[in-house]
């Protein structure tokens, strides 16, 4: 049974819809990345997943079972999402025996999550005067707390600085290692590339694909850049024979799907001068770029 | 249930909120001792004697009252303010019983507050009277029905008080609503009855009725149930309307 089900979630609050019949599986023991630009319906989907969001059609299941319905949801699921506050003059410490006094959790895993992530140091400080990065830690200690086998992340580095991220990814995968189950959202695909087995990517609230990494990687295009200064010329050739470039900067070429072969022949037989030619490859970030952007927000 | 109510008791625990109020509360019962002690014997009130303590044990019972409602919507609308909410329904994500606990933890909470004032009271003004010579009498059947009176209002206002903020779970709009409520609505709708046998129904007038029963007041166990019966409906109509959105 796949550890996280959506099926047909559908969420409209009033006119707008954030979430438009979405369907999607999450395999146990697999990091999935829960990808989209801002505004997709990543945040409404996790929220509703973790029963805090009513949906409006359609169901979010956790290994087949609605989150409300789950006898001892946190040691089941750990979630890590933006607004979930911390009172300010409550300490780091006191947050955890808070939610380990309520889910009836032993108080040693307090001690053992504030470890895990790094704050011993700190604990009994107010969260009031923790930075964002400490913020983020002590969420993901909140999370731990039940020793969950499920983990959900709503962009979790989210304001993280180049340290916090590279320790966030470190984590991230020695969960992943322990066997979790890991749905992570993020915005930025690069984020999360070196981490997750499989991305789950949606825009405007329907799902665009489900693929794993590899598959993602194999849709990057072969491009060629060409540095000319007959730019114009050679883009019309190069669109005679079926090749699309654009041009980049004032005197360079970039053709998409095609070959140095191609592109040098053609240049030889017009007698075109070429400086510079060399082959590459679209990155992800473009893959995903143009799978969002072609779905297209509705007007 | 059990470890649900002893996690609100730890929320309470480790804030400021209670502390500050205590502190707050302590220093009201100070005031009003000195008031109660300076006007004695003067403008038709009694001459102090062995009898006053249960005069001035229960003059800070109404603040108390005020402090255990104030303390209940705090309670229940600081998870809002905080968005500490989140966490609590990701943990219960039953919401009813997270009031339910709350309907618990918090009347307690404001009887060991209102106690606590009071048995500091007592002992500022049983000190204070020894000095001046007057040693007051600790037995007087008058200070339990004093006692008696302030710890039923201070349990059911604080239950009041998580009634309104699951019903109005902003914060600011929930202070303000029950200002206005007590200070302005309540004494518009007496006059506009015009008739204490319609008044005596209000919430204050049932919070009255608690600490000063009989006369155009309702009984004591009246009061009681009917704030109590306010509280709790409060607490569900929240429960059903408001404490069932969706937390975003």
Redesign the interface.
Known sequence: MAAITIDGLTKR?GRVVAVDDLSFEVDQGTVVGFLGPNGAGK??TL?TL?????PTAGSARIDGTP????AD??RHVG?V?E?????????AR??L???A????LPLARVDAVLDQVGLTQTAHRRVGGFSLGMRQRLGLA?ALLGDPRILILDEPANGLDPEGVHWLRGFLRQLADQGRTVLVSSHVLAEVAQTVDQVVIIAAGRLVTQSTLADLTARTDQLVRVRTPQAETLKALLAAQGVQASPDGADQLVATAATTEVVGKAAAAAGIVIYEMRAERSNLEDVFLQLTSSQGVPS | MI??I??EF??LA????LYSMGATMAAFAVLTVVAGIAYAGREGNPALSADSLPMLVGLPVTLLSGAALLLGILGMT?EFR???V?????????RGRVVTAKLVAYPLAAIALALSILAFTAALATGWLAAKGITLSLLDARLGHVLLGAVLAAGLCGLVGVGVGALVRNQVAALVGVAVWVLLVEGLLMSLLNAPSLGKWLPSAAAAALTNPGGAQLSRLAGTLLLASYGLALALAGTRLVV?R???
């Open positions: 609050f945040t409404t929220r973790l029963g805090l969001v009513t989150y409300r319905e789950l949801p946190i979630a999402l607004a979930a506050g911390f009172h300010p003059g409550r300490s006191n947050h025996r808070v939610v006094t309520a889910a009836g909140t | 470890r649900l002893r996690a730890t929320k480790t804030t400021r909120l600081g905080h968005q500490t989140t966490q609590t329904f990701l943990v219960t994500p039953n069932r969706d937390i975003t």
